[in-house]
């Protein structure tokens, strides 16, 4: 069965700086996919990033970045220069191909002006 | 754009009580799910439809029911409202079944049982 393991219930950073948010998953399988989805107040769900397994790159989207350690299972998320905006849930999910994404407890982050 | 409209944004029903929660998209998604998240378990799917005209279970289908009315819309039905179905259901759509292909999740039901 497929996990995804999110260990930090809650984070903070200071406005301006780096943080980084843990995933760790357990597969059996060499090709997957694993996305960050961000989850604000409004109860929104958004995509901030997704990950190829077969890729070697680490995927980023302007200030999100990610960590991708396949050997490991890990799948961590870095955010440079935090922004008030960012303050949020976020969740590590995982995908095989087939119709389940399996997600994480997720991970609650405050910016702190 | 719209993307993925459900309706109600929030519902309060009494135990025994039924009610359908509506889904519908915009994008041409051949496949649609339902999910419900409560605190500290993060998401987990009810029911899925690969394509218009087939549903299947998924990790928590008991109590639930479906309906893929057509390409656009797909439903979630409680017959007789419990207590621990007190949540918040996501309705998400994408192209295919690729894994490749992150979801798009509308806004949210509240769904409170009491």
Redesign the interface.
Same mark, same amino acid.
């Given at each position: 069965a497929q996990t995804?393991t999110q260990s930090q219930p809650e984070m903070s950073v200071q406005e301006a700086e780096t943080v980084t948010l843990s995933c760790t998953y357990d597969t059996s399988e060499s090709d997957?996919?694993l996305?960050w989805?961000k989850q604000p107040p %409004? @109860?929104?769900?958004?995509?901030v990033i @997704?990950q190829?397994a077969y890729k070697q790159q680490n995927a980023t989207e302007n200030r999100f970045s990610v960590n991708f350690q396949k050997a490991a299972k890990s799948f961590s998320l870095k955010i440079s220069d935090s922004q008030l905006g960012d303050a949020a849930m976020y969740?590590c999910a995982y %995908?095989?191909? /087939?119709?389940?994404?399996y997600? /994480?407890? /997720?991970t609650s982050l405050t910016v702190i002006p | 754009n719209a993307g993925v409209t459900q309706t109600p944004k929030f519902q309060v029903l009494k135990t025994g009580q039924s009610m359908t929660l509506q889904c519908a998209q915009d994008m041409n998604h051949n496949s649609m799910y339902w999910y419900r998240q409560d605190p500290g378990m993060g998401l987990r799917l009810i029911y899925y439809s690969a394509s218009e005209g087939t549903t299947d279970k998924g990790e928590v289908p008991n109590g639930y029911n479906v309906s893929r009315l057509n390409k656009r819309e797909f439903s979630l039905r409680l017959e007789s409202a419990a207590p621990s179905q007190t949540s918040v259901y996501f309705c998400a759509s994408r192209m295919g079944q690729q894994g490749a292909r992150g979801y798009t999740f509308g806004s949210g039901t509240r769904l409170t049982v009491v």
């Open positions: 995804v997957y996919y996305f989805y %409004s @109860r929104q769900m958004i995509l @997704r190829e969740f %995908s095989y191909t /087939g119709n389940q994404f997600f /994480g407890t /997720g | -």
